[in-house]
């Protein structure tokens, strides 16, 4: 890639300030370690507060616990950053007609009215000096919608076009807002939905990845963390200023369909 992105970038985040959520493992991990390498200071943000503060350890950054679906507790944080990754989420798989009411409304408010809360907090500070990168680390489920996932498909739909209205407010700002769609990527949560799949389905957790959750893509294998992280790099880089109100699909080719 050219103009500071992959093996060249190093340094163009310095003096910048990037805030992960979901920080502590997965995608918010592999992006905390992949924004540092491009120079950025690191806030990890995590309702595990002690894997959390190794991982901001380890990038010499720092760590915040909050739980996300806490909407007041984000109100009071430090959002004087540059760059905002939101990436926490969790799924619930169930029919519509046996969906529980109050997880429907957690997911929601995990993975659509807290980005909201930390987008409002952090733009006024990325207005303020003319530049500001936020990336949504939505999923496939923003631009396709799978059976018994109600919950998720509706708050990645939403997250989708929260992330343009975003990215029209902040253009004469110097803000871009985007969306990464990756598939089934190699996290906890996927290792958690393939055991449940698999017992559910009386399947080993080999064929519930090759006959269930890679049926739909292409490209017959999980999508690794760091792929994801490069993503997100690029978006944040010089290269992409250009690049807003957009999703950056990598599903293998699912949506190819």
Known sequence: MCDGVGMGDEGVLAG?????????????????????????????????GNAAQDVAESVGGSAVAVDLTDLDALDALDLDVDVLVNNAGLQHVAPVHEFPVDRFSLILRLMLEAPFRLVRGALP????????????????????????????????????????????EGAPHGVTSNCVNPAYVRTPLVEGQIADQARAHGLS?????????????????????????????????????????????????????
């Open 125 to 168: 500070h990325m207005y303020g000096r003319g530049w500001g990168r936020i990336v949504n680390v939505s999923s496939v489920h923003g631009i396709r919608a799978s059976a018994f996932k109600s919950a998720y498909v509706s708050a990645k739909h939403g997250l989708e076009g929260f992330s343009k209205v975003v990215a029209l």
């Open 205 to 257: 957790e080999d064929e519930v990845v090759e006959q269930v959750m890679l049926a739909p893509a292409a490209v017959k294998r999980l999508i690794e963390p760091e792929e994801v992280a490069e993503a997100v790099a690029y978006l944040c880089s010089p290269a992409a200023a250009s690049i807003t109100g957009s999703s950056l699909v990598m599903d293998g080719g699912w949506s190819a369909h």
């Open 16 to 48: 910048r300030r990037a805030l992960i959520t979901g920080g502590a493992s997965g995608i918010g991990r592999a992006c905390a370690l992949r924004l540092a390498d491009a120079g950025a200071s690191i806030v990890v943000l995590d309702r595990d």
